[in-house]
């Protein structure tokens, strides 16, 4: 019987933006697992007993899905909003019959497109505006936790800069250059800077307060917590998103010597460990059901390191 604290609701649509609905799969068992990721996003998708004409037409052209959650009755929230369904599969296990539905955000589209653009005064904002511009995107551009003015910085190279090749290639591009991870999400690009322990007091990462800030009330297993990274699963919240900032010092974690799934509670082992405790999210798992009790959402973090800096420059020299 399904859990009716855990509402899923999930659609299909025929557009990205407005088309017809032709799958509101509302009272059907659904489970998610949708993966925020550098790069661009993905998810798996599965329903339970929809018909056979319901999953023909699932297959006929193309198809976006948005899947949307509450918890006890409290407010909706969207976890995946018109993600390109690019591939299915239907599989019949009496007495049940099994949709898998793997999908992935609709800018992967977008990367895919080509780029052929040269760019004058090449602050790395204007290449990137530049190149959505060449393929016709229109949405958000977001630079977080960037050292101050650095994507606005104009190299002293006086000679323009050419970009080629397909949209993902040139952010992969300007990624090594200046040290940046990028996500899609909700029609927007996000761009999240790694600052290290030389340049972090630069960025707002040094004194902005956390997002989020965990406790153990809220863990569905136990943290682990090391000096440059972390992976916490907590209850499902879909405030978690790349580039959070996350305040760990409240949680329990994990001695040096113990076991990885033994709990040590050592009273300051945060400020004992490391005398930076935030850390920053850059990879998001939801995973959900309105019929089993997994309800979770799993985040790796990264915190800021000594360790050499990457050149911003490197492509003007």
Known sequence: ??????????????????????????????????????????AKFVIYNLSETTVQSLMDGNRYVTLKTRLHGGEQVTLANRFYLSNATDELKLPERITSLFCFDKLKLTLEEPVNVSVRKASLKRMIEASCKDVGFSGSLNFDTFPSGLEDEVPLNILPRSLSGTL???????ERDFNFLTFTGDNSFTF?????????????LSDKEPDIVFNTRAMRSNPKIGIANCKIVSNLDSRIKPSVVMDLSQLLTVSVDAPQDTLELIGGYLKNFSDYSKYQAFAVQHKGSNYTEEWSTIVSGLSPTKGKLASTVTWAQ
């Open 1 to 42: 019987m399904a859990r009716l604290k855990q509402e899923v609701t999930l659609e299909v649509w025929t557009e990205g933006v407005g088309g017809e609905l032709i799958l509101d799969a509302t009272g059907l068992r659904t489970d998610f697992d949708i993966r925020v990721i550098p790069g661009f996003s993905k």
């Open 192 to 204: 999240m800077y790694m600052p290290d322990k030389e340049n972090v007091g630069k960025t707002s």
């Open 168 to 174: 993902e290639k040139v952010f992969k591009e300007l």
